[in-house]
T-cell receptor, first 112, second 110 residues
Framework: EAGVAQSPRYKIIEKRQSVAFWCNPI?????LYWYQQILGQGPKLLIQ????????DSQLPKDRFSAERLKGVDSTLKIQPAKLEDSAVYLC??????????FGPGTRLLVL | KQEVTQIPAALSVPEGENLVLNCSFT??????LQWFRQDPGKGLTSLLL?????REQTSGRLNASLDKSSGRSTLYIAASQPGDSATYLC?????????FGAGTRLTVKP
């Protein structure tokens, strides 16, 4: 079974630029999550999708972050414009029911 | 709001030692608790998942226990090896909400 795929693996941008991350969950997993992990901390949930609907986006900074999962499969997370404090690893995870979450390798973002 | 705490933040042990990592959570009404391993620069790898109705799960040298009433979970690693060096995170799941601890950074010295 293929795991959760993410791209790119690394991205360096300057502040005020835009960036987008892509995630393809495990086939058949209805729930998809985007997390932000700042160095030395545990992951923080940004947004959770159930199929193509948003379940929870309470911690998503909506003035600059957006995410979509139009066909209920893969998803994109966008930051526009980026700030220095957005430097982090962005993790995508998927799950099927209560079987636990499976994580992708993450995208490491550095904002200069 | 669920809060998950992991103690210690860092741990260094010699190879071969048995060790325990601790995880505590404030809201005992959890659906499950999951332990993950994270290597530097990598994503999270699921180690063990304990459903709320279970008290422990085992996989190889790893054993995780769950005591909902006291809001605690432990991850026991037997006969530690240098390859076990990583950050270990626990996460509680309830009401569609998964909360992570900050992790314990484990170093096993040869």
């Amino acid at each position: 079974e293929a795991g959760v795929a993410q791209s790119p693996r690394y991205k360096i941008i300057e502040k005020r630029q835009s960036v987008a991350f892509w995630c393809n969950p495990i086939s058949g997993h209805a729930t998809l999550y985007w997390y932000q992990q700042i160095l030395g901390q545990g992951p923080k949930l940004l947004i959770q999708f159930q199929n193509n609907g948003v379940v929870d986006d309470s911690q998503l900074p909506k003035d600059r972050f957006s995410a979509e999962r139009l066909k209920g499969v893969d998803s994109t997370l966008k930051i526009q414009p980026a700030k220095l404090e957005d430097s982090a690893v962005y993790l995508c995870a998927s799950s099927l029911g209560a079987s636990g979450q499976y994580f992708g390798p993450g995208t490491r973002l550095l904002v200069l | 709001k669920q809060e998950v705490t992991q103690i210690p933040a860092a741990l260094s042990v010699p190879e071969g030692e048995n060790l325990v990592l601790n995880c505590s959570f404030t809201d005992s009404a959890i659906y499950n608790l999951q332990w993950f391993r994270q290597d530097p620069g990598k994503g999270l790898t699921s180690l063990l998942l304990i459903q709320s109705s279970q008290r422990e799960q085992t996989s190889g040298r790893l054993n995780a226990s769950l005591d909902k009433s006291s809001g605690r979970s432990t991850l026991y690693i037997a006969a530690s090896q240098p390859g076990d060096s990583a950050t270990y995170l626990c996460a509680s799941y309830n009401n569609n909400d998964m909360r992570f601890g900050a992790g314990t950074r484990l170093t096993v010295k040869p």
